[in-house]
Structures are given as structure tokens and as C-alpha cells.
């Protein structure tokens, strides 16, 4: 198959797939997602990704039919259908199927989405990216990976109607996340991410940036900065499972970073290093 979609034990194209309308999904975004990307067949970080997924149902309190387990080997599954590339891998569940209404029975079985689209994996290192910042205004549930996107969605737009590759939230100059991925700097040989708090997602990218920075030898920061701080920062990082190490030049029109390329290639090629290696073919 070159696309693929399952819904509640069905399997077909993406474009062949029908959701019920009741689902829970469609009138309030009551559900929670995870993605990451495969290549040669293998899921990347899976482990990580599915452990993100089960701690986001906790949050938000939709008890699964289906084990953390049974989730896993469902998704290797459905990746050995798909033909060879490099595939973007998303999986939802919705809190269920019921007639609109705000309440919801406890005895609602959750709904299960995964599709599965070509997506070119892109490592290049020299890559640069342009950004914008904006006004953090999404609610305070940043640390679970809801479907609730809204304002990612209209600063996502804002940003690609400008030419730009990406958002940078900040709430009163803190910087907290990207629309969609995290973002992090390097400071005078220190890698720095913002704390894990309820302002931004615990990405899994960002987590394999830190553990390569210590092996690095890098000083590793997990407290805040601000926007001035980013803006006079060494080297600004996005990073997210399908793009790992991104390099941002320019933000709200000034150029930024370019001041350690050392560490920032010994940085992309750890992880990069670690990306290959993990899906190789046996």
C-alpha cells in the first residue's frame, strides 16, 4: 500500500476512509495524538512515543480498550503493509462515539485513528530555517498532545502566508515551544530547553537532543529563556521527530545564530547518527 488508514479495526487508503460523525473527535477535539516517522519499516523512537501517548489518555482521562503492547505490535503491523519509503506515522484516539453533548458516559469506548502517508525524512544539516515569533495564547494544557491545534493552526497559516517555516510562542517574552515542534538554543557550549512544565509538549526529540548533548561533553540547561535571549543565542535548534535538528537563521526578520557550528554539527551528526542507526534494515 502507498497510504494507509484504520479506524476501529478497519484498514483502507486514506481517502477511502469514513469516520463516524458522532465521534467525539468532530464537535470538540476530545482526543489525544502521537506521530513520529518510519524508515525501512521501522518506527522511529516507538517506545517513547507510545509511552507519551498513554500518559496524554491518563491525563485527560480516556481509559483504552487496548494495551500499550497491543498498540505496538498493531502499529509495526500496519507498517510492514505499507510499500518501502519513508513514512509519517500518526496514531489518535477519540475519548468515543456518542450524540453531542458536553458529558460523556464513563462506559465510552475510546476510538482508535492511525494513518500512515509518504513523508521525505529530511536530515540535511545545512538547512536553514526562518521563523517568526507570536503571542503564546493557546490554554494550559501544552504538556498533553491534544487534538485541540486552533491557535497552532492560525499562526501556522500567518507564518506560511509570510514565506516562513515555522512559530515561536512566547507568553510575556518567555519562550515556550513552536507551533509545532520545540525549540532550544546554544549558549556558550550550554544546550538550553525550556523546563518541563504545562507550557510546552515533552518532546522526544528534545529528549535525545539533552542525553547527546551530555555525551557531548555540552553543559545541558533545562530553564527558561527569554526571546532577547534567543535572539543573541549562539545557534537557535527546532526540533521534532520528523524534523530532528533544525537550524533557525533568521527570526521576525533578524538573523540569528551562526556562532558555533562546531557544536551544532557535532550535535546534528549525534542524533543523526542515532536516527540511522535505529532504522536500518537487519
Not at 480516556?62 to 503492547?69: A, E, K, L
Not at 507498517?79 to 477519540?94: M, P, T
Not at 544539516?125 to 485541540?148: G, P, S, Y
Request: net charge negative; hydrophobic share 40%.
Amino acid at each position: 500500500m502507498k497510504d494507509l488508514a484504520y479506524y476501529n479495526g478497519k484498514i483502507s487508503s486514506i481517502s477511502e476512509m469514513m469516520v463516524p460523525f458522532n465521534d467525539r473527535s468532530h464537535f470538540f477535539g476530545d482526543g489525544i495524538y502521537d506521530a513520529t516517522v518510519s524508515r525501512n519499516g521501522i518506527i522511529f523512537k516507538l517506545t517513547d512515543h507510545l509511552e507519551r501517548f498513554f500518559s496524554s489518555m491518563a491525563l485527560v482521562g480516556i481509559n483504552p480498550d487496548f494495551t500499550i503492547t497491543e498498540l505496538e505490535q498493531l502499529l509495526k503491523t500496519l507498517v510492514g503493509k505499507l510499500d518501502e519509503a519513508d513514512y509519517f506515522i500518526y496514531f489518535q484516539v477519540s475519548r468515543g462515539t456518542a450524540p453531542r453533548d458536553h458529558s460523556y458516559s464513563p462506559d465510552i469506548i475510546p476510538n482508535l485513528s492511525i494513518y500512515m502517508s509518504p513523508w521525505p525524512i529530511d536530515t540535511d544539516k545545512d538547512v536553514r530555517l526562518k521563523v517568526m515569533t507570536a503571542q503564546d495564547k493557546r490554554f494550559e494544557f501544552c504538556h498533553i498532545k491534544t487534538l485541540n491545534l486552533l491557535p497552532n493552526v492560525i499562526a501556522s497559516q500567518e507564518a506560511t502566508l509570510k514565506g516562513l517555516d515555522e512559530v515561536v510562542f512566547h507568553r510575556d517574552q518567555r519562550v515556550t515551544e513552536c507551533a509545532h515542534s520545540n525549540v532550544s538554543i546554544l549558549v556558550n557550549g550550554v544546550f538550553q530547553t525550556a523546563p518541563l512544565d504545562n507550557w510546552i509538549l515533552p518532546g522526544i526529540a528534545r529528549k535525545y537532543l539533552l542525553l547527546a548533548s551530555e555525551a557531548l561533553g555540552f553543559g545541558t540547561s533545562e530553564t527558561p529563556f527569554t526571546v532577547d535571549e534567543m535572539l543573541l543565542a549562539d545557534e537557535v535548534i527546532i526540533s521534532s521527530s520528523a524534523s530532528i535538528c533544525m537550524v533557525v537563521s533568521e527570526i521576525d526578520g533578524k538573523a540569528v545564530g551562526g556562532k558555533d557550528p562546531e557544536r551544532l554539527r557535532q550535535l546534528q551528526d549525534a542524533v543523526y547518527e542515532d536516527f540511522y542507526k535505529e532504522t536500518d534494515s537487519l
